[in-house]
């Protein structure tokens, strides 16, 4: 393969937003816009990627650095935005010897690497100079239209605020995605002038400039409209994000999982979900969640970055963060699993439980209105309905431990710090203030008293 630099344009801010964040940083699917382009152009293996940058530069250097910390990522600063042609331009110094570019709008979340590879074959095969990528759409409003000439290669491109009502008719847009040798492309843009409506230097000028110079201008036409949805508004924000969740959906019931009204559910773009497991409706799966194998994840339940394992069960209305669930375990419904909490094999959380930074051991169960809270409960224990660990005393945060086999009686309270033994019993209705011993009974119980005939007697007064 040649040496192929990409040049992905987002300097501008992307006024049409009316948002005070550089277009590029809006997120979508989990992702920020400008992190689609980037992984498009790796994907299609082209290694070297200069991002032209210019408002908000600092914010979406980090950004992109974040994200693809290993990637050979150069970034080249605009100064003013005056418009495509001069942002690409910027980026000569950063291209070096590249015999060839491949350059991209950084508002195109959808499109895929298959279609860079496509424009790249589309330029050798018009004679290496420029390729354009278009598509023929229902609604062209908006975007540049491509003119072709009489052998079917593009002659120009107008752009919507300078085209005549007939051109305004042609369905087939350009995507704002090139294909050029880098010399030919730099000394073009080069000449690009301002003379349009909006006063900038348009990158679209150098077809028609390329084609005066006596080269053929190739065209890709994109084998999917989808893929051609530009994010300029927050309308387009929500259609593209839209796309981009029903194409994970798609994609992972080709993998085999099963996913009811998958129009309801929202999986971003680096969360895994293994084969027979089963989503219900309204489930948001976020920030890197992967679940195992034959997991059913019920009704309306919210993962943000959670390990699943195999064999799970999760009953709606869950909610859950920055937590483990390993295999055979089950939560819900109404489970809250808060920061750094893990449910170990086989245990069990059931409605109205909160946990945080806590771990259930294997086979242990807390089934109804439960908080645990800075705690260790060990395998096989029971704790029951009502029991709250108190780990707060306004200041500090204190631990609770509990070992393997115990058992907690009903509305029992924990005041941490304290630990209960190895298979020690805790009596319903317990204040819990001192350690339990391991195999003892701990109760903290008023005696019941009876005051005989007070019914007969309360209504004679
Ligand atoms: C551009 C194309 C249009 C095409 C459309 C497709 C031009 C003149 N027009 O229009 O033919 O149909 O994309 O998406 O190229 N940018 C800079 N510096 C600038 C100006 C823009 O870096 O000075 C960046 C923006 O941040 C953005 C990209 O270039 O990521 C495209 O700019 P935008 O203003 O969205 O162009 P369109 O008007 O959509
Ligand atoms: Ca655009």
């Given at each position: 393969m040649k040496d192929v630099t990409a040049i992905i344009l987002a300097a501008g801010l992307g006024t049409r937003m009316k948002s005070n964040r550089q277009k590029g940083l809006h997120s979508l699917a989990g992702r920020p816009l400008i992190f689609y382009p980037i992984r498009a152009a790796l994907e299609a293996g082209i290694g070297r990627l200069v991002l032209v940058v210019g408002h908000q530069s600092d914010e979406v250097e980090e950004c992109v650095s974040d994200i693809f910390p290993d990637a050979d990522i150069s970034f080249a600063v605009q100064e003013k935005q005056l418009g495509t042609a001069h942002a690409a331009l910027c980026a000569r110094e950063a291209v070096g010897e590249s015999d060839d570019v491949v350059v991209l709008n950084g508002d195109l979340p959808l499109l895929g690497p298959d279609s860079l590879k496509g424009l790249m074959d589309a330029c050798t095969a018009s004679g290496g100079m420029l390729a354009v990528t278009t598509a023929v759409v229902d609604e062209p409003f908006g975007f540049g239209r491509v003119i072709r000439?009489?052998?079917?290669?593009?002659?120009?491109?107008?752009?919507?605020?300078?085209?005549?009502?007939?051109?305004?008719?042609?369905?087939?847009?350009?995507?704002?995605?090139?294909?050029?040798?880098?010399?030919?492309?730099?000394?073009?843009?080069?000449?690009?002038?301002?003379?349009?409506?909006?006063?900038?230097?348009?990158?679209?000028?150098?077809?028609?400039?390329?084609?005066?110079?006596?080269?053929?201008?190739?065209?890709?036409?994109?084998?999917?409209?989808?893929?051609?949805?530009?994010?300029?508004?927050?309308?387009?924000?929500?259609?593209?994000?839209?796309?981009?969740?029903?194409?994970?959906?798609?994609?992972?019931?080709?993998?085999?999982?099963?996913?009811?009204r998958p129009e309801s559910v929202l999986i971003d773009d680096d969360c895994e979900v293994g084969r027979d497991t089963e989503i219900w409706p309204g489930v948001e799966l976020h920030a890197g969640t992967r679940i195992g194998v034959g997991c059913t994840i019920g009704t309306g339940t919210i993962l943000d970055n959670v390990e699943v394992g195999d064999g799970v069960l999760i009953r709606p209305y869950s909610v859950m963060t920055d937590s483990v669930m390993e295999d055979e375990s089950q939560a819900g419904p109404f489970t809250h699993l808060r920061p750094q909490s893990t449910l170990k094999h086989g245990s069990k959380v059931g409605n109205f439980v909160e946990m945080k930074k806590s771990v259930l051991g294997p086979g242990s169960k807390a089934s109804h209105l439960t908080y645990l809270g800075d705690s260790s409960v060990g395998s096989e224990v029971n704790i029951g309905a009502g029991t709250i660990t108190?780990?707060?005393?306004?200041?500090?945060?204190?631990?609770?431990?509990?070992?393997?086999?115990?058992?907690?009686?009903?509305?029992?309270?924990?005041?941490?710090?304290?630990?209960?033994?190895?298979?020690?019993?805790?009596?319903?209705?317990?204040?819990?203030?001192?350690?339990?011993?391991?195999?003892?009974?701990?109760?903290?119980?008023?005696?019941?008293?009876?005051?005989?005939?007070?019914?007969?007697?309360?209504?004679?007064?």
């Open positions: 000439d009489k052998s079917g290669l593009a002659s120009r491109i107008v752009e919507e605020k300078d085209a005549s009502p007939a051109q305004r008719k042609v369905p087939e847009i350009n995507l704002g995605v090139y294909a050029a040798r880098a010399d030919h492309l730099f000394s073009t843009l080069d000449s690009v002038g301002d003379g349009n409506a909006k006063k900038e230097f348009y990158f679209t000028d150098v077809v028609e400039l390329t084609k005066k110079a006596g080269h053929g201008v190739g065209i890709f036409v994109l084998p999917d409209e989808t893929q051609a949805r530009q994010v300029n508004d927050r309308v387009e924000l929500a259609v593209a994000e839209e796309a981009l969740y029903r194409a994970r959906a798609l994609r992972l019931m080709a993998e085999g999982v099963t996913i009811h108190c780990n707060y005393d306004g200041v500090h945060k204190m631990p609770t431990t509990i070992e393997d086999g115990a058992f907690i009686g009903s509305d029992t309270q924990l005041v941490a710090p304290v630990k209960v033994g190895k298979d020690a019993y805790v009596g319903a209705g317990t204040t819990v203030t001192k350690d339990v011993p391991d195999g003892a009974l701990a109760l903290s119980r008023v005696q019941q008293t009876h005051i005989m005939g007070y019914a007969v007697n309360r209504k004679k007064k």
